[in-house]
């Protein structure tokens, strides 16, 4: 889209040049246009008045004219003072829309359930604008391994304007991020307003507020998302995070040992996705460290349970009961006893 930037659309959304309005006032009739529609109109994206659609990504459909609206007059009456004309005018041009779209939008229809937000700009206003709403309670899956102090430094403002409010936090972070300080130090600050627990693995990341609006990733770099309003929707992810939740330990308790001598609980972590068959790339990923970490647990559990090769190693893992770690975790049970083979002596399996 090189050379049609906002240079050459010096507008806002209540008076939309001349292109900008016949591709918005299609998309308003018709309920979508394809993407490539909107490529010489690109101040329709930049203001929010077509987003890419859920279902399909080649597609752009229209925000609602209510809802444009209703978000420039949000901002016309912070500069009234200034700006009183842009009100009537913004009226004006969206009642028109509104005529447009009036025959279709269904009785009850749920127009802003599912938003796809583009770019960070956007998904960073969505996630300051539900802090704003927010008055109970933020529930946070934050995958991968140890945060960069530049992550959360980002989200510290929207924390500490939380914390003063009196909502509650609780975050679930992989076993992994338990060795980064400035997650450490961050909690330090947050106090009790924020509790913390971790597991081996956790789903993609999510933020829920006050159990009526999540936002998840919606394709694989983040730099897209979904603001989720849907009751059905948010009421299964507040579940799945409960459900992960009960499952996970106090970041202020220790790992529980394994029960086997000479392996840690990382490498525990690593034998059970071993057994599944996953490559050391995925076992990475999904335990939030680099592939070298993970190669060099793995290298430790071969010498440990005395393994030659890969194949010999997944038998040495179900032989000890590595390959479900729920069953070392039982109460009551004892540690699954097993013998090293003599170093001196080939392996017999």
């Known amino acids: 889209m090189a050379g049609h930037g906002t240079e050459e659309h010096p507008h806002g959304a209540d008076r939309l040049c001349d292109a900008g309005d016949r591709v918005y006032s299609r998309a308003v009739r018709r309920g979508r246009v394809p993407r490539r529609d ?56 969206f009642e028109w829309y509104t005529g447009l779209g ?38 946070t899956v934050q995958p991968g391994g140890i945060r960069p102090e530049h992550e959360l430094t980002e989200g510290l403002h929207r924390a500490l304007a939380l914390r003063g409010r009196g909502v509650r936090m609780r975050d679930l972070y992989t076993h992994v991020a338990r060795h980064g300080q400035g997650l450490l130090n961050y909690l330090e600050l947050m106090g009790e307003s924020v509790e913390a627990r971790t597991l081996d693995e956790v789903i993609d990341r999510l933020i829920l507020f006050d159990y009526t609006v999540a936002f998840v990733p919606a394709n694989s770099d983040r730099t897209m998302a979904l603001e989720l309003r849907h009751p059905g929707l948010v009421h299964y992810l507040v579940t799945v995070f409960e459900r992960l939740w009960r499952l996970a330990i106090p970041l202020t308790a220790s790992l529980p040992d394994t029960g086997i001598e000479g392996i840690s609980h990382r490498e525990q972590s690593i034998a ?44 040495r893992i179900a032989q000890v009961g590595l390959d479900d770690p729920s069953r070392s975790r039982d109460a009551g049970s004892s540690p699954t006893p097993f013998n090293l083979p003599d170093q001196g002596s080939p392996t017999v399996l």
């Open 38 to 93: 909107a490529e010489p109109v690109p101040c329709l994206l930049e203001l929010a008045l077509l987003h890419p659609d859920p279902d399909d990504m080649d597609w752009l459909v229209p925000t609602s004219p209510q809802e444009v609206m209703t978000r420039l007059l949000r901002g016309v009456y912070d500069e009234v003072s200034a700006s009183q004309r842009r009100v009537g005018s913004a009226v004006a041009a």
């Open 102 to 139: 009036s025959q279709q939008q269904p009785s009850g229809a749920e127009g802003t359930a599912i938003r796809v937000l583009d770019g960070s700009s956007r998904i960073q206003a969505a996630l300051d604008e539900a802090t704003e709403a927010c008055r109970t309670q933020v529930l």
């Open 272 to 315: 059970a996705l071993l057994a599944e068959g996953h490559q050391d790339a995925v076992i990475a990923e999904r335990l939030g460290i680099s592939v070298r970490t993970c190669r060099t647990h793995i290298a430790r559990l071969s010498e440990t349970l005395g393994a030659a090769s890969r194949t010999q190693l997944g038998v």
